[in-house]
Structures are given as structure tokens and as C-alpha cells.
């Protein structure tokens, strides 16, 4: 699993050399900003229910023709697996928290995608709804702490650019 050690450690490695102190720093900014990532984790994780719910229904609604007959939401077992990987996404980010860095985003959520969505004929775009939603949805404090919020919308940022 990639993290930010992780990260730095084979980058220095593959350049054939010790870490530097950027490489340091950049470990060290990761540690500091750990307690908001793990607060954003927990905090996701007692609400990701409602959140990947309110995220399906704003993309639903923002695309209501997905429910006409033959398209991505026209059957209940459709329904289902939309909502589904709304949630799975939304898991991932919460891993990313844990782990500090995209690794679970990028080996379980985009590695290959948009080939997938292509392959499939679904669109990305109520995706891109979904957690453009949950990425709007979020408030400080309200939801969780300023720095709490921030580390939680970057991962929802990252993953809305994977799917623009």
C-alpha cells in the first residue's frame, strides 16, 4: 500500500540515494497532519451511510434520465451497484485518511477506471456529482475540524479529477 513513507522511500531508492530532507519534511508534514486525517477517517466513518446515500441521491437527481429504461439506474440491481460504488469510493477515501497518502485510491478506485466506465457504457459523470456533493456537503465545524475538512476534501478532489 502506497503512503507517503512509502512514497519517499521508493522514489529515493529508485534515484539510488539516502532520503532527503525535503523527502523528510514532506514525512514529517504527513505525521503532523495525521490527528485531522484520522479525525476525517472516524468521522466519515460514522456518517458514510447518510453521506454516500445524500451523494447518490444529488447525482440521481442532477441526472434523472439514468433512471429511463435500458440506462446506468433503470433497475433496482443498477440502483443498487451505484450506489454501491458511491460508497466504495467514499471507503477508499477513508483508507486514504488512514493511510496518509492515495495508495488505496489509486490500486482499488482508479487503476483503470475510466476503461472500466468506458467498457460498461457508464458515464463518470454522476460520480463526479456524487462526490462533488459529499465534497460540498462537508462543514467545520459542524462535520469535523477545519484541518479535519481539508484533508478530507483533497482525497474527494483527487477522485473527482480521476473521473473528470
Not at 447525482?59 to 450506489?83: H, M, R, V
Not at 475510466?114 to 456533493?133: I, M
Not at 475538512?149 to 483533497?154: F, I, Q, S, V
Amino acid at each position: 500500500m502506497k503512503s507517503v513513507v512509502t512514497t519517499v522511500i521508493a522514489s529515493a531508492d529508485a534515484a539510488g540515494r539516502f532520503p532527503s530532507t525535503s523527502d523528510l519534511e514532506s514525512v514529517q508534514g504527513s505525521i503532523q497532519r495525521a490527528a485531522a486525517r484520522l479525525e476525517a477517517a472516524e468521522k466519515l466513518a460514522n456518517n458514510l451511510d447518510n453521506v454516500a446515500k445524500e451523494a447518490y441521491d444529488a447525482a440521481i437527481k442532477k441526472y434523472p434520465y439514468l433512471n429511463n429504461q435500458g440506462e446506468a439506474n433503470s433497475t433496482d440491481t443498477f440502483k443498487s451497484k451505484c450506489a454501491r460504488d458511491i460508497k466504495h469510493y467514499l471507503r477508499l477515501i477513508q483508507y486514504s485518511l488512514v493511510v496518509g497518502g492515495t495508495g488505496p485510491l489509486d490500486e482499488w478506485g482508479i487503476a483503470g477506471q475510466r476503461e472500466v466506465y468506458r467498457a460498461l457504457s457508464l458515464p463518470t459523470a454522476p460520480y463526479v456529482e456524487a462526490l462533488s456533493f459529499a465534497r460540498n456537503r462537508g462543514c467545520a465545524p459542524r462535520d469535523m475540524s477545519a484541518q479535519a475538512l481539508t484533508e478530507y476534501n483533497a482525497l474527494l478532489d483527487y477522485a473527482i479529477n480521476s473521473l473528470s
